[in-house]
Each structure stands twice: as C-alpha cells, then as structure tokens.
C-alpha cells in the first residue's frame, strides 16, 4: 500500500509539471513534436508495467511455495493458515491489476490533454496561414488585367482615339471580365485606323507580357484561390472537432470551460487542479478496495476520451497528407508560368510572394504541422502497453 501510494505521488508530480510547463509554452508554438509526446507516453507506461510486474513475480513466487506447502500440510490449522495466505496474496494481485490500471489510465489522460493542446495550436496556425495566402481581392489583382495600369492606360487611350463610327463601348460587367476585356482591347486596337501600326506594335509591346500572364495564369490562381478555401474551411472543421474532443475530455474531471476560452486565458492551472481533485478521489477510492465498480468507472472516464482523441488524430492525419498534397498542386502550377524570366519585370511581387508562402507552406506541412507518427505497433503500445518485439 505505501509503495503505491509512492507511484501515485510520482503521477501527481508528473501532472503538476506538465500544466506548469503548459502554462508558459508560447501561444503560437507549433513546433513540438507530439511524437515525442508519444513516445514519453510508451515509455512511461513501460515503466508502470515494469513496476508491477516485477510486484507480482514476488506474489507469484509467494504463492507458488504456498501452494506446494498446501500440497504437503496435513495438520488442519497449517492448511487453514497457509488458505488465509494464499487469499491476502490473490488480493494483493487483484488490487496491484487495478492500481497497474489506474496508472496508466493517469498517464494517458495526461499525454493526451498535453496532445491536445499542441494539435490545438497548430490548427490556430494553419488557420492563420489559410488566411493570410491569398485573399480574393489578392488574387484577382494578379489575375485579372484590369487591375494592371499599364492596361488600364491602354483601355484609356483606345477609348479616346476609337473610332466613332465603328468602335464600341463595353458594359461594366464585361469590361471587368478579364476574356471579353482582353478581347475588346485587341480587336479596338488593330481595328483602330487612327493609330499607326509603328504605336499599335508599341501599345501591345508593353502589356503583352501582361497579356500573357494573365490568361496562362488566370485559372491557375483561381484555383489556388478556391482550394486554399476549401482547406481552410476544412481545418475550421478541424478545429471544432478538436474543440468538442476537449469538452468531452475534460467533462470526467468537471472541467466546463471551452477549449478556446481556456487557451486564450491561459487556463491550465484550473485543469490541473480539476484533474488533481479527481485523480486524489480515483487514488482513494483505489486503496479503499471497497468500491471497486466506482473506481472501474472513473478509470473508464478516463478510458474513453484518449481513444476519441486517438481516432481524432487519424483524422487529423489525414487532413495533412490531403493539405500537402494541395500544396505540393499549388507550387507546380505556379511554377508552371513559362515567360516568366521574359516576362519577369512585368510579372507583380505578389506572384513571387505567393510562390515564396507556398514554398514555406510545404516545407511546414512536413515539418510543424506534420501527420503524427502513430502506426499499428505503436497504437497498440499506446493502448495496451505491447511490445511485438518482447
């Protein structure tokens, strides 16, 4: 009994160091590696089953000499005695099954707040940068030549020198369309016969590069655009799934405030003693011995939170790798532009920008935001405390 309460006490000190440490990690951190997470979590759940295993082979030795000497007694009283034995040391494996059960429950529950809080962080970041890679006012500025002053000048001057009889004017709607104002330009401009053909070759000479990037990109962008949406839609998904997993994790340990509301007023230390409150209630009713469906029942509290957050991360996963992909899409069509080095005085710094984030974006998809390492052998150390290597 005092050697588990010892283990216990090493549980509530790896609690209290892990919310301390929690407390003051920055905000927008996103470069720990859950991995190591997962890997402390395996580790320090072979130590527990290390703890009482070795705790039982003393038992299983005891009550093996017990049950021999069983075999050989013949006066009733020793038979009697060595009975009474033998029960005190099956209780003591059946209470050292339930302690080895609660401790790795405690140590699970632990890395799994400490997971989520780090995913938590990382989709707040992914979050930020699907915001900040290209708006749509961004987007068409590049895309779209009416948005370039050099075309703009053109349109200009082909409206004061069209001819009157012959030119036309298009409506606001199709002279924002970057086909149909494209169009209407050249078609003004070599019709025109007021202009020589020496300053129509001069006109199209300075917007042609605008000309050409503009209609071989226009559709690349856009699509960026709107994936780029898409995924940012998607991670908000994420987020509110991460969200709700931390409502039902923490509802065992009476916990009540949201995740968000938690993270943005640094709240650990209220989790910390909520969760302390209800390991010193599981540790007590433990040692009672008494109330074993109770303490059977706030172990499976425990339980079922860590195997959502478990399937959780498999979402999460998956929500990556499609995210890498995506990304990897996006850097190829950009760099798809063949007139660039031609073109390149003319090209806007905003596609160079956009080509540079997009860069970095896949670079932290493989590094900060990358899928967590949790295969099948590993999910079942995790879970059950198996090596297939043992």
Known sequence: MIQ???????????????????????????????????????????????????????????????????????????????????????????????????????????????????????????????????????????????????????????????????????????????????????????????????????????VECILDFTLRMHNELNTIFFETAFLQKSNENIMKELEQLFTDFTKPIKYQTPLEICRNTDDWDAVRESLNQYLAELDKIVNDGSQRYKAHKMQINLEFPIDRLLQFITQYNAFIDQGSKFYEKFGIMLNSYENEQQCATKIPLEYGKLKTSITIAIEKFNTAYKPVEINGSKMKEILYGINEFD
Do not use: M
């Not at 033998?86 to 699970?108: G, P, V, Y």
């Not at 036309?168 to 016969?193: E, K, Q, W």
């Open 4 to 206: 588990f309460t010892k283990h216990f006490g090493i549980i509530i000190f790896c609690c209290n160091t892990f919310f301390a440490f929690s407390s003051t990690t920055p905000k927008n951190d996103v470069d720990l590696d859950i991995n190591v997470i997962l890997e402390e979590w395996r580790i320090e759940t072979q130590v527990v089953l290390d703890y009482y295993h070795k705790k039982n082979d003393l038992l299983y030795v005891e009550l093996s000499r017990i049950n021999k000497q069983l075999n050989d007694a013949v006066i009733l009283e020793k038979q009697v005695a060595l009975l009474i034995t033998k029960d005190r040391i099956q209780e003591a494996l059946q209470f050292n099954k339930l302690s080895e059960t609660s401790d790795i429950s405690k140590i699970r529950y632990l890395k799994g707040l400490q997971i989520i809080k780090i995913l938590y962080e990382k989709t707040l970041t992914l979050d930020h940068h699907f915001a900040s890679v290209a708006t749509f006012n961004e987007i068409n500025n590049i895309s779209n030549p009416n948005h370039y002053p050099e075309f703009l000048q053109l349109k200009e001057t082909l409206k004061s020198n069209q001819d009157k009889k012959t030119g036309f004017d298009l409506s606001s709607i199709l002279g924002s369309n970057i086909y149909t104002s494209i169009i209407h330009s050249i078609v003004s401009l070599f019709a025109n016969t007021n202009v020589s053909k020496s300053e129509k070759n001069a006109n199209l000479k300075e």
